[in-house]
């Protein structure tokens, strides 16, 4: 389940990308399927594990385009162990409504993405997000849970301060808002055979969605995303530098196997020099 709209952010095979909080990977492995040569970082070892599993499984499948390449790394968002300009894209989905400094997140993004890069921020959307709060406080009063709400215009006055120039938006997941709010009406903390039964009836209509993607629910979603979608997803360019030159940055993204606990397909679980723990997960979709 994808929160990035690749029609509106498009890859190009080669194309250096960092998944920043990568979560269980699912937008680092569809870069990967796209031929891009990507780098999964989150704070989360086990997760990391998972990934860098995920990844070697999917080479050896043959799921990934010749020329495209795949690191899972443990680090630090407030201090990420790449240089200046290392990267074409960045994407962090789900993560900064749980940063307290969300300001030296992006500050980090902006520094390590090249001029001319792109960006996307998606986050939890207010309206949605606030019935959650008001349901629940289990919900987000949590250990690494939600810290804040974002109104779409203070997000992206966020972006513009840190230099990056948005030029998209939208909505996405409209049919996950309602399972949110049952799921936090009936108790956040109740999962699998002790989830109310409302909620184990609409998680099995998402999943069946998920793997079937029948036509019913996706004109449904289209129509919801812009009502009640359960996130907001941002894009955004970094200006390039005057006379439109950007710095040759290859190879910066290699650091990955220098600094920072990394593995891929050809090393999965082989480390490296531990990186600082920081960063942080995702959290809010079904």
């Known amino acids: 389940m994808l929160t990035v709209d690749f029609s509106r952010f498009p890859l190009a095979p080669g194309d250096r990308v960092l998944d920043l909080g990568c979560g269980a990977g699912r937008h680092a492995f569809e870069c990967y399927r796209r031929g891009a040569r990507v780098v999964a970082l989150d704070r989360n070892a086990e997760e990391i594990r998972e990934v860098a599993r995920w990844?070697?499984?999917?080479e050896e499948e043959g799921e990934a385009p010749e020329g495209a390449t795949a690191t899972a790394m443990e680090g630090d968002a407030l201090a990420l162990p790449f240089p200046d300009d290392s990267f074409d894209v960045v994407i962090i989905s789900e993560v900064m409504e749980h940063i307290h400094d969300d300001k030296g997140v992006l500050a980090e993004m902006v520094r390590v993405l090249r001029p001319g890069g792109r960006i996307a921020v998606t986050v939890p959307r207010y309206g949605p997000e606030r019935v959650c709060w008001?349901?629940?406080d289990a919900y987000h009063e949590v250990e690494g849970g939600h810290i804040r709400i974002y109104r779409a215009h203070e997000l992206l006055g966020r972006m513009r301060e840190a230099g990056l120039r948005p030029y998209g938006t939208h909505h996405a997941h409209g049919l996950h808002s309602p399972y949110w709010w049952l799921k936090c009406a009936f108790g956040v903390d109740r999962d699998g055979d002790?989830?109310?039964l409302p909620v184990r009836a609409y998680h099995r209509l998402l999943v069946w969605d998920i793997m079937k993607k029948p036509l019913a629910t996706r004109l449904a979603e289209k129509a919801l995303d812009?009502?009640?979608?359960?996130?907001f997803v941002a894009y955004a360019t970094k200006p390039r530098l005057s006379g439109g030159m950007s710095p040759d940055a290859d190879?910066?993204?290699?650091?990955?196997?220098e600094s920072g606990t990394a593995y891929g397909p050809e090393a999965a679980g082989v480390q490296g020099v531990k990186g600082v723990q920081g960063g942080a997960q995702a959290q809010?979709?079904?």
């Open 226 to 231: 812009p009502l009640i979608g359960k996130s």
């Open 134 to 136: 008001a349901l629940s």
């Open 55 to 58: 990844f070697a499984a999917m």
């Open 251 to 257: 190879g910066g993204a290699d650091a990955a196997y």
């Open 284 to 286: 809010g979709q079904a």
């Open 194 to 196: 002790e989830a109310a």
